[in-house]
């Protein structure tokens, strides 16, 4: 038996490993739920924050930062804080594109740091070009802050109605997707909402612990 964290991760172990997907359980990932306490924020702002931990291409770091640009000409006052180490070709691209006033990098918080930033924050941004489960994101929406999420990965799977969807290749699509969220304090109202639901779909370690134990059992049972 096999236990992955998502159900793309199930498909993408069956394709490309020919692994039986009848022997594949998914099984989420568990979170720390009391680190990150749901709050309904009464004003929203125009500050936006990403998690990347490492810039690798993965974390697409390069589109969100072009579609941020976009936006900002859009909207006067619209933030942007990183969360992570971010390289020396990233820091070139923010000066060209004129946002060294408007982004704000922060390489390494510790927990109590990285939960201030988010609790600050207005609108969460997931812009990974694949992830097999997307810790970051399920931190922003326990804390309750609408999201911006890819359509690629296990994203949109975790996300369910607690963001929006975008195209992560189409920095243009990221940059609407801003507009649409920021203009809308009734969509951001709506989705804050839908993200305190989603909420109670995650699972602390605990819990996680006694969904393995599940699945164990049915295996010393021979039901797997």
């Given amino acids: 038996l096999l236990i992955t964290p998502s159900n793309i991760s199930k498909k993408d172990i069956t394709k490309f490993f020919k692994y039986p997907s009848n022997q594949i359980e998914v099984l989420w990932n568990g979170i720390n739920l009391d680190d990150f306490q749901f709050r309904k924020k009464k004003n929203f702002e125009k500050k936006l924050v990403t998690i990347i931990s490492s810039d690798v291409p993965m974390k697409n770091?390069?589109?969100?930062?072009?579609?941020?640009?976009?936006?900002?000409?859009?909207?006067?006052g619209l933030t942007l804080n990183i969360i992570g180490d971010v390289r020396e070709q990233s820091i070139g691209l923010i000066d060209s594109l004129g946002l060294k006033d408007s982004v704000i990098i922060h390489k390494k918080p510790d927990k109590k740091k990285l939960i201030e930033i988010l609790t600050l924050s207005d609108i969460g941004i997931s812009g990974s070009l694949y992830e097999g489960?997307?810790?970051?994101?399920?931190?922003?929406?326990?804390?309750?802050?609408?999201?911006?999420?890819?359509?690629?990965?296990?994203?949109?799977?975790?996300?369910?109605?607690?963001?929006?969807?975008?195209?992560?290749?189409?920095?243009?699509?990221?940059?609407?997707?801003?507009?649409?969220?920021?203009?809308?304090?009734?969509?951001?109202?709506?989705?804050s909402t839908n993200c305190y639901k989603r909420r109670d779909d995650f699972f602390g370690w605990d819990e996680y612990a006694k969904k393995l134990e599940f699945l164990y059992q049915k295996i010393i049972d021979g039901h797997i």
């Avoid at 770091?61 to 006067?76: P, R, T």
């Avoid at 929006?164 to 290749?169: D, G, K, S, T």
């Fill in 61 to 76: 770091l390069k589109n969100i930062l072009i579609g941020f640009s976009f936006a900002q000409k859009k909207i006067e």
């Fill in 133 to 191: 489960f997307g810790f970051p994101l399920i931190e922003m929406i326990a804390i309750g802050l609408p999201v911006l999420a890819s359509n690629k990965g296990s994203l949109p799977e975790l996300m369910g109605n607690a963001g929006i969807a975008f195209n992560p290749y189409d920095p243009k699509e990221f940059s609407n997707s801003i507009q649409k969220l920021v203009s809308n304090n009734e969509l951001k109202n709506k989705i």
